[in-house]
């Protein structure tokens, strides 16, 4: 009998032409500005993350450009095909950053509540395509078929077999050249790199906006376009600088 299934997730990636002219710049770039940061902020068993380090503004190193370039090419055809009016919509890069991941290393599930889309570039991926080197996990929070809460837990052993209708995260090998694209408040994690090699990739943070001239309603539901804003001219009784 037809089992029918709704609502799910967008996940996009494509595989950049211009990825192997590319990568070798990049990853010079990214070692560079990890070298350059002397204090470690996170545990070792975590992979370093530039947003930790204060390494969190490549998207205006112009050492990232062609990358930029792509993400904000790609991002378009992401909303595209979530069926967004890109005539009433603003995107900005927020932040971006590079992520290197060693042997044992890994990221813990996060998601990134200050954007809309997130983005990862793959710069350099040992044993490309295989789980050893670290897969991009993501988790369902929604577990629309979880009948029972918890039901599928590791404590309980009920579930016998595991399905679309009932994983509870999906997988994703890291291929070397690939950009992926997600909405930023999907939960989600890196697993270990168990390979003996550097994984190197790097983060974008996207957030969207109304265009300005928005019809009415629109900024109900839209962050209003940045340069409407105006700063506080001071706060406590401080001058704002
Ligand atoms: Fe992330």
Not at 143 to 170: H, I, K, Y
Not at 194 to 218: E, K
Not at 220 to 225: C, H, K, Q, S, V
């Amino acid at each position: 009998m037809p089992v029918d299934s709704w609502f799910p997730l967008a996940i996009y990636y494509e595989d950049l032409p211009d990825a192997t002219t590319q990568n070798p710049a990049l990853l010079a770039a990214i070692l560079e500005l990890e070298a350059s940061v002397q204090e470690r902020r996170n545990f070792p068993e975590m992979a370093w993350t530039g947003d930790l380090h204060g390494i969190h503004q490549v998207h205006l190193d112009d050492r990232f450009s062609w990358l930029v370039r792509q993400v904000e090419a790609h991002v378009v055809k992401y909303l595209q095909i979530l069926g967004i009016d890109l005539s009433k919509v603003d995107l900005y890069i927020q932040r971006a950053w590079p992520v290197v991941s060693r042997h044992q290393q890994e990221v813990g599930v996060h998601c990134h509540n200050t954007a809309h889309i997130s983005a990862v570039y793959y710069v350099s991926v040992p044993l490309s395509g295989s789980d050893e080197s670290g897969c991009l996990a993501f988790i369902d929070d929604a577990r629309q078929n979880e009948l029972s809460p918890g039901l599928g837990s590791e404590n309980t052993d009920v579930v016998a077999e595991w399905t679309p209708f009932n994983q509870d995260q999906a997988l994703y090998p890291p291929v070397e050249g690939r950009l992926m694209i997600f909405p930023s408040r999907q939960r989600h994690g890196v697993t270990f790199n168990h390979t003996d090699d550097v994984r190197v990739s790097v983060s974008f943070d996207i957030v969207l906006t109304a265009a300005a001239g928005s019809a009415a309603g629109v900024y109900e539901f839209l962050t209003p376009p940045p340069a409407l804003w105006r700063r506080f001219t001071s706060i406590g009784g401080t001058e704002t600088p």
